[in-house]
């Protein structure tokens, strides 16, 4: 339990003002505060500045991008020669789109827990979009954890899931 004070106020917010407004369940605002909330708990505030999020009905979700995409995705934003690991990127940022099934619906409270659960999930490739060399000879080979990375394009492999174990533990451990 040694949690920096960014990690602190964090879990403060989330205590006092970790509410959704079900008057307006379709609203960016309560994304971008779990977002917030989410950046300081458990990446230590390192993804502030970097990204934008955006909520996209099921209709617009699935006309832009198609049916094959879960609920959302996040998009790397990286100017430049990203792929030559002699050039630096400058300023990389990401786009986290999700999808709202219907959160004014009989089960938006799932609706709206299953869309923070995907915002979560993006937020982790977001580390790994921005931090991690997206070189494509040697450092994401490197990475690579098997088959299932070779089906999802390397996206969940092992440095990615060790992540994502360590927030479901945090989380288990606080009794969430």
């Known amino acids: 339990e040694d949690l920096t004070e960014r990690q602190k106020?964090?879990?403060?917010?989330?205590?006092?003002?970790g509410s959704w407004?079900?008057?307006?369940?379709?609203n960016t605002r309560d994304l971008e505060k779990f977002f917030d909330i989410f950046n300081d708990v458990y990446f230590n505030g390192v993804l502030t500045g970097y990204g934008k999020i955006y909520l996209l009905s099921w209709q617009s979700?699935?006309?832009?991008?198609?049916?094959?995409?879960?609920?959302g995705f996040c998009?790397?934003?990286?100017?430049?020669?990203?792929?030559?690991?002699r050039f630096k990127i400058e300023k990389?940022?990401?786009?986290?789109?999700?999808?709202r099934r219907d959160l004014n619906g009989p089960g938006r409270i799932e609706?709206?827990?299953?869309?923070?659960?995907?915002?979560?999930?993006?937020m982790v490739h977001a580390i790994f979009f921005i931090f991690k060399c997206g070189c494509d000879y040697g450092c994401s080979q490197k990475?690579?954890?098997?088959?299932?990375?070779?089906?999802?394009?390397?996206?969940?492999?092992?440095?990615?899931?060790?992540?994502?174990?360590a927030?479901?533990?945090?989380?288990?451990a606080r009794g969430h």
Do not use: M
Request: charged share 25%.
């Open 9 to 17: 106020q964090g879990l403060a917010r989330f205590k006092y003002d």
């Open 21 to 26: 407004n079900l008057a307006e369940p379709e």
């Open 61 to 71: 979700f699935e006309k832009r991008f198609g049916s094959i995409t879960p609920g």
């Open 75 to 85: 998009q790397p934003i990286r100017p430049g020669n990203e792929t030559d690991p």
């Open 92 to 99: 990389p940022s990401f786009d986290i789109v999700l999808c």
């Open 111 to 122: 609706d709206i827990r299953t869309c923070l659960l995907v915002l979560i999930h993006e």
């Open 143 to 165: 990475t690579l954890g098997g088959y299932r990375d070779v089906l999802w394009g390397g996206y969940h492999n092992v440095h990615w899931q060790a992540v994502a174990y």
């Open 167 to 172: 927030i479901e533990k945090a989380d288990k």
